[in-house]
T-cell receptor, first 112, second 111 residues
Framework: DAGVTQSPTHLSKTRGQHVTLRCSPI?????VSWYQQVLGQGPQFIFQ???????GRGNFPDRFSARQFPNYSSELNVNALLLGDSALYLC???????????FGQGTRLTVV | EDQVTQSPEALRLQEGESSSLNCSYT??????LFWYRQDPGKGPEFLFT???AGEEKEKERLKATLTKKESFLHITAPKPEDSATYLC????????????FGTGTSLTVIP
């Protein structure tokens, strides 16, 4: 069985640009969460979606947005990129919002 | 303020030298505590979920325990392949289902 898949694995963008990151959850999982992990820190919660509805939002600016599709895959969008947005972006899926989350390999975003 | 603190930040062990990692938390309404292992440049790998004080879970050389204020991850006779960063995360019922992660303990096991 495939685990959580994220694309792309690496990405380089220029300040001010926009980026879209994609995530496919484990088959049967209906909840997807997004996290940002800066080097040397633990993951920081950005969003959680369940059945296409937003169930939680972390302390991130409005430049960050996300959505979940009918097939439960998800996109994370970041507008007006800043140098500080450089990080590993992790997607996690779970059967329900409250159950253990399984993470993908992440997308390494570099903003120059 | 809700907090999750892991200690030590880094730990070097000789192969076979058992030790424990600590995760202390000050949160309201703990729903669950989760342990993950993370290798460099990869996503966290799920290890354990603990829901109530006194609960214990085991997997190979790892054993996780939970009290009302902290959790321990005990590593018995570690091997070099156990080298990784170990993260704990708490799930708080009052703020929904998001996880609050600690900063992790970087474990190095020397052959």
């Amino acid at each position: 069985d495939a685990g959580v898949t994220q694309s792309p694995t690496h990405l380089s963008k220029t300040r001010g640009q926009h980026v879209t990151l994609r995530c496919s959850p484990i088959s049967g999982h209906k909840s997807v969460s997004w996290y940002q992990q800066v080097l040397g820190q633990g993951p920081q919660f950005i969003f959680q979606y369940y059945e296409k509805e937003e169930r939680g939002r972390g302390n991130f600016p409005d430049r960050f947005s996300a959505r979940q599709f009918p097939n439960y895959s998800s996109e994370l969008n970041v507008n007006a990129l800043l140098l500080g947005d450089s990080a590993l972006y992790l997607c996690a899926s779970s059967f329900l919002p409250s159950t253990e989350a399984f993470f993908g390999q992440g997308t390494r975003l570099t903003v120059v | 303020e809700d907090q999750v603190t892991q200690s030590p930040e880094a730990l070097r062990l000789q192969e076979g030298e058992s030790s424990s990692l600590n995760c202390s938390y000050t949160v309201s309404g703990l729903r669950g505590l989760f342990w993950y292992r993370q290798d460099p440049g990869k996503g966290p790998e799920f290890l354990f979920t603990l829901y109530s004080a006194g609960e214990e879970k085991e997997k190979e050389r790892l054993k996780a325990t939970l009290t009302k204020k902290e959790s321990f991850l005990h590593i018995t006779a570690p091997k070099p392949e156990d080298s990784a960063t170990y993260l704990c995360a708490v799930q708080i019922s009052l703020t929904g289902n998001q996880f609050y992660f600690g900063t992790g303990t970087s474990l190095t096991v020397i052959p």
